[in-house]
């Protein structure tokens, strides 16, 4: 967690028709809280961009915004759905809602257990091998697949989260890479990704899915 950053919503505020129930993680460029819906009394993440590094750098706004119609765009079982995206005037906000998923990271898992048993490496990593088979068709490419993105919910299914540095050729995409620009996670990504994120395609993400599936077995 990112001490620096104060809360944007304390326990128990309501924000536009949400009650905030409490902080489940933040970072440098914005913090995700879970809240109940208060007409449906259901749970959900709201995930928040904060207001000084959306006006420091718009590109950090457009990633934000972008992650919230990538989502929308591809629906699988094994992939966090956003249900709505805004931004708050009185606030100066940017907000989306999507799904909550109880249970944790697979960084969580590994941090408890160390390692993984084969039989449920293996469950995982092919529910997120559907999740990717279905963006497939749109040529999306999520360029940062580590157990830190890949949540599990406590009856065992996978989802994968965070689409902020994903490539979308197939969606008509606004946002380019610059050529030689790196994004990733060093230690999950391709030889290519390392050299340049732009020329990457779906066979990147299948490489970090192989780096999770033996980190998942040999805790390393």
Excluded: W
């Excluded at 970072?27 to 590094?53: C, N, Q, T, W």
């Excluded at 998923?101 to 529910?127: H, K, M, N, T």
């Amino acid at each position: 967690m990112n001490a620096k950053k104060p809360d944007v919503f304390q326990p128990g505020e309501r924000f536009n028709g949400y009650v905030i129930e409490k902080l489940l993680g933040k970072g440098g460029l914005g913090a995700v809280y879970l809240a109940r819906h208060e007409m449906l009394d259901s749970l959900f993440a709201i995930k928040v961009l904060y207001p000084d590094v959306a006006n420091q750098n718009d590109t950090y706004r457009k990633r934000f915004l972008r992650e919230a119609r990538l989502a929308t765009r591809v629906r699988h079982p094994n992939l966090v759905a956003v249900h709505d995206c805004g931004y708050d005037e009185s606030r100066k906000l940017y907000y989306l809602v999507m799904d909550y998923v109880p249970g944790g990271s697979l960084r969580d898992a590994l941090a408890f257990s160390g390692s993984l048993e084969p039989s449920q490496a293996a469950s995982i990593v092919i529910q997120v091998a559907g999740a990717l088979q279905a963006a497939r068709p749109l040529h999306l490419v999520h360029r940062d697949l580590k157990p830190e993105n890949i949540m599990l919910q406590p009856d065992g299914v996978v989802k994968l989260v965070d689409f902020g540095i994903a490539k979308a050729e197939g969606l008509g995409d606004s946002l380019k890479t610059t050529t030689d620009t790196i994004f990733g996670t060093p230690n999950y990504i391709s030889p290519e990704q390392a050299m340049s994120a732009t020329d990457v395609d779906e066979r990147a993400d299948i490489y970090s899915l192989g780096i999770v599936f033996f980190e998942l077995i040999s805790g390393r």
